[in-house]
Structures are given as C-alpha cells and as structure tokens.
C-alpha cells in the first residue's frame, strides 16, 4: 500500500496550491479519502474527507469556502485544491485511506504560508 503526497509549497498569503495523492496497493475506489494536517505543536486534525463515490464530502470549519476536496477513481487520485491561504494554514499535510479497520497514510508534504 502507498499513498504519496505532493504538491505542497511555500505560497503567500491569499495565495493557492492543489495538493496531490497518489494510491496504489488497495482497491481505491472502495475507501474513504482524507486530508488531515499537522502543525508544528499541534495534534492531527482533519482537514476534508469524500466519500468512496465521490459524492459526499465534508471539511473542517475553518477551510470551508476555501478548500476542496476532490477524487478521480479512475487515476487513483485524491486532489486538495486550497485558496486564500493563511499562515494558519501552514502545516504538513497527509493523506489517509480509511475503511472499516484499514488505516493506510502518506508520508506528507509541508505547505508553508508566509510572506
């Protein structure tokens, strides 16, 4: 099983990045998707999750209106497009495959937002 993240930067503030994960190992259309993020100090939290069909997502308070969480079952993709960053949104983001008992992550990528 691997997830591979990619697409993190450093961007200003107000600034936009599409964030990439790449599945492989695991029949990807049948699980939930997830970005979650880590900042320096801070738990893991939940950024944005969709549904095995596609139809169906939900995200966390405060990346509504900005980020969106998208996947194409065909490429084994799941895609973060994020917009009018903040420096609170600077952490590193991962990926996570989840059904039933299995649990699978990425390794992550670092979105800095700074100017």
């Known amino acids: 099983v691997q997830l591979v993240e990619s697409g993190g930067a450093l961007v200003q503030p107000g600034g936009s990045l599409r964030l990439s994960c790449a599945a492989s190992g695991f029949t990807f259309s049948r699980y939930a998707m997830s970005w979650y993020r880590q900042a320096p100090g801070k738990e893991r939290e939940l950024v944005a999750r969709?549904?095995?069909?596609?139809?169906?997502?939900n995200s966390a308070d405060p990346v509504k209106g900005r980020f969106t969480i998208s996947r194409d079952n065909a490429k084994n993709m799941v895609y973060l497009q994020m917009i009018n960053l903040k420096p609170e949104d600077t952490a590193v983001y991962y990926c996570?495959?989840?059904?039933?008992?299995?649990?699978?992550w990425g390794q992550g990528t670092q979105v800095t937002v700074s100017s």
């Open positions: 969709i549904y095995s069909t596609g139809s169906s997502t």
């Open positions: 996570n495959a989840k059904l039933l008992y299995n649990d699978y």
